[in-house]
């Protein structure tokens, strides 16, 4: 694809003056079709049984900055300022830390060495702090999010959601189209019909542990009755 | 409102002197497997307690399969991080003992990229004779963000030492791990025209990487870092 050329202004016209000009040239603009890395999302409902009662498949549209940054610092293996899902900035670096861990449990004490890395999109379940996390907020989508505009909390309580655990498949390939889809499912059991209307993907890295928001989507809502499931999921795809 | 992780490759032909002789830009369309690939092990990490799924093997230019991975912890002797595409001058990369194609890397080859491209088609290795191109260091910008996308770009100055012209169809972006110094292609463009390097002559490549937060904004042409002039100086 060629690259549109600036409009050409003319050369040398003798008006009998000297005067040195400079002619603003006016820029062609046309559409292209840019590839490169763009998601969707797949929302599928099922009911007590596990009967599928609606799917709806629609594009993510709303990688936020932080997505950006973290993928520079990927890129130069640097480290780089985003801010985290509280609010405060850190600095983000994908990196490995060792981490000592030290619990208590009935009077028993256990400790261990736990080496983690990466910017990890999956979570265990009930954990509502990273992975796909889903909420009922309605604040229209800013490059500048780091949060969900109102975040679903994870439980049984009126207006909670069980979170399961987040996942992260293996990459694949169809064609010339390679993808990653990310997944998550939620329940309601708080008794009463909850309505989603946003959703978004944030990671955890380590160095320092937090949170980071990537991508955040407006959904329009999205009815989940008590005792449904709502399963989730992110599609990454690259074409050439 | 669409959003879209894109770009664009710009490319600046000077004569040894900084003469220009060719401008050209592109967009940048061809995120090949590997970047998906790579995507994947940054979202899985690792965890040595609650180890995650493994993550698909990422494919190295001699096209052997590896796990992309996380070298030492912070805190120990090494390196915690994973992999880089900024790469230092092609000459210093070998006083150290160290691959040279990794970064931005141009080739002759012309034949459209698949998915699965793993390499360049025909590699300029880092040299000074027929068939090489000196490789300078690949700079990488930190983000900007200016409204409408964040963008950050990669630039590397090659020169064609050679005393004859060479062609160059193809530029890749390759990065290397840390720990094994493994490389892999997450990127490969085959530029619209050849460009012709006369012997001596200097290659400008920028990569711009961009996340265009607005649908389809045509944002290639208007960017001046890149040599794209918006006014024409006349005399009359």
């Known amino acids: 694809m060629n690259v549109d050329k600036p409009i050409k202004s003319s050369t040398h016209h003798s008006l009998g003056l000297s005067t040195r000009v400079t002619i ?10 840019l590839k490169g890395l763009q998601a969707s999302i797949v929302l599928t409902l099922k009911d ?20 950006m940054r973290l993928l520079y610092t990927a890129l130069t293996a640097s480290s780089y300022n985003v801010k985290d899902t509280s609010g405060a900035t850190v600095s983000a670096k994908l990196s490995k830390v060792e981490k000592h861990v030290s619990y208590e449990v009935e009077y028993r004490r256990t400790e261990y060495e736990r080496i983690v890395a990466g910017y990890q999109a999956w979570c265990p379940k009930e954990d509502d702090s990273h ?45 010339n189209e390679a993808h990653l889809f990310l997944k998550r499912s939620f329940i309601n059991h708080s008794g009463a ?3 989603v209307r946003e959703i978004g993907l944030a990671v955890r890295q380590f160095s320092p542990e937090t949170d980071i928001l990537i991508i955040r989507d407006l959904l329009t809502e999205f009815e989940v009755p008590d005792n449904y499931t709502l399963d989730t999921q992110y599609t990454l795809e690259v074409a050439v | 409102m669409k959003s879209v992780i894109t ?29 998906m690939v790579m995507l994947e092990a940054m979202f899985k990490g690792e965890d040595s307690k609650t180890p995650p799924p493994t ?4 494919v190295d230019l001699d096209g052997n399969s590896f796990s992309l991975s ?5 805190g120990r002797y090494g390196i915690p991080l994973g992999w880089r595409v900024d790469a230092e001058a092609g000459d210093l990369l070998s006083l150290r003992g160290e691959p040279t194609e990794w970064g931005i890397i141009v080739g002759s080859g012309d034949s459209p990229t698949t998915i699965n491209f793993y390499n360049l088609e025909s590699m300029y290795p880092h040299g000074k004779d027929v068939g090489y191109m000196n490789y300078m260091s690949t700079q990488v910008t930190e983000p900007e963000y200016d409204g409408t996308y964040v963008k950050f770009t990669i630039k590397r100055l090659i020169i064609n030492e050679a005393d004859v012209s060479q062609v160059v169809r193809e530029v890749g972006l390759i990065a290397r791990e840390y720990n094994t110094w493994k490389r892999f292609l997450i990127a490969r463009d085959v530029l619209d025209s050849p460009v012709t390097m006369p012997a001596k002559s200097l290659l400008e490549v920028t990569i711009v990487i961009a996340g265009v937060l607005a649908p389809y904004n045509v944002l290639y042409v208007s960017d001046q870092a890149v040599g794209f002039s918006t006014s024409q100086v006349s005399t009359f």
């Open chain 1, 24 to 33: 603003k040239s006016e820029m062609q603009k046309r559409q292209v079709e």
């Open chain 2, 70 to 74: 996380f070298p030492t912890p912070e």
């Open chain 1, 193 to 195: 019909g909850i309505t």
């Open chain 2, 55 to 58: 993550p698909t093997q990422a």
């Open chain 1, 131 to 175: 992975g796909i996390l889903v909420g009922n907020g309605t604040a229209t989508v800013n490059p500048e999010d780091y949060n969900l505009s109102s975040k679903i909390p994870n439980g049984t309580d009126s207006g909670q959601l069980i979170y399961l655990a987040s996942e992260v498949e293996e990459t694949g390939v169809v064609g």
């Open chain 2, 7 to 35: 770009g664009y490759i710009a490319y600046t032909l000077k004569t040894k002197d900084g003469k220009v002789l060719l401008k050209g830009a592109k967009p940048f369309n061809s995120f090949v497997k590997n970047f």
């Open chain 1, 48 to 67: 007590e049984n596990e009967k599928v009662v609606e799917k709806k498949e629609l594009p993510a549209n709303s990688f936020v900055l932080n997505f």
